[in-house]
């Protein structure tokens, strides 16, 4: 998909994640990433990397459901099997491509910004926002529980870096994908290391549209079962 050539308005506020909202759902990441850029539309710009071959490190139009959506080309990220680890663990790469582009993000003008991975927020952290809201998508520590054994040591060091960040940017509001319950042991485990605001909890939502409930007997025949039995 090319971007389109005429120039869409400025948007009102950034959504800065590390997965590309453009690309099928492989995970809740993305497709809490779609779902934003359903909402919200062009009010606002997206910064991430693309799995598209587009040009990078400038701000262009990508078409979204026929909208023309401000789009900042973090660079491209391969598409890797489930199986398989990239050599270089995804969230380095995005940590180091956002230090790299972030002054060009700005040069857009726009001050307000939701983040929704720390190797976004950790970069932006050395520039001064209007607003900012930060989301969880887990209370866990990535990095302590990476995949790459080798690196979870640097868990720690991941979360000081994080909560810097945040209690320097002074967000407006922290949001996490999780129950109450489990906010409330986070915020009381993190205290004093989160900024002064609140953990609202924002729980995963489901696509109705795809997932609903059915008559147990029709699924059943629907799909050649049996209408008793496991």
């Known amino acids: 998909m090319l971007p389109i050539a005429s120039a869409s308005p400025r948007p009102q506020a950034l959504f800065c994640t590390s997965v590309d ?5 492989r995970g809740g990441g993305t497709t809490f990433a779609r779902q934003f850029v359903q909402s919200f539309g062009p009010s606002i710009g997206v910064v991430s990397t693309s799995e598209e071959t587009l040009p990078g490190g400038v701000w262009i139009d990508r078409s979204f459901d026929g909208k023309r959506i401000k789009f900042f080309n973090l660079g491209t990220a391969p598409i890797e099997a489930a ?3 990239p050599l270089i663990p995804a969230r380095v790469s995005a940590a180091v491509k956002a230090s790299r582009y972030m002054r060009r993000v700005r040069r857009l003008g726009v001050r307000n910004a939701f983040f929704d991975c720390p190797e976004l ?3 932006a952290s050395c520039f001064e926002w209007d607003s900012v809201c930060y989301y969880f998508h887990g209370l866990n ?3 302590s529980n990476s995949r790459y054994k080798p690196l979870r040591f ?4 991941f979360e000081d870096l994080m909560f810097a960040a945040l209690r320097g940017m002074r967000p407006d509001l922290l949001i996490a994908a999780a129950d109450e319950q489990s906010v409330e042991d986070f915020s009381s485990r ?10 609202v ?3 995963t939502r489901v696509d109705t549209a795809l997932f609903y409930p059915e008559d147990k007997f029709h699924a059943r025949r629907t799909l050649g079962w ?3 039995g496991p």
């Open 21 to 25: 909202p453009w690309s099928e759902p």
């Open 83 to 85: 199986s398989r680890k």
């Open 121 to 123: 927020l950790i970069p």
């Open 141 to 143: 520590n990535p990095i």
């Open 154 to 157: 640097l868990g720690g060091l």
């Open 190 to 199: 993190m205290s004093g290391r989160l900024p002064d605001v609140p953990v």
């Open 201 to 203: 909890s924002f729980p």
């Open 226 to 228: 049996m209408s008793e």
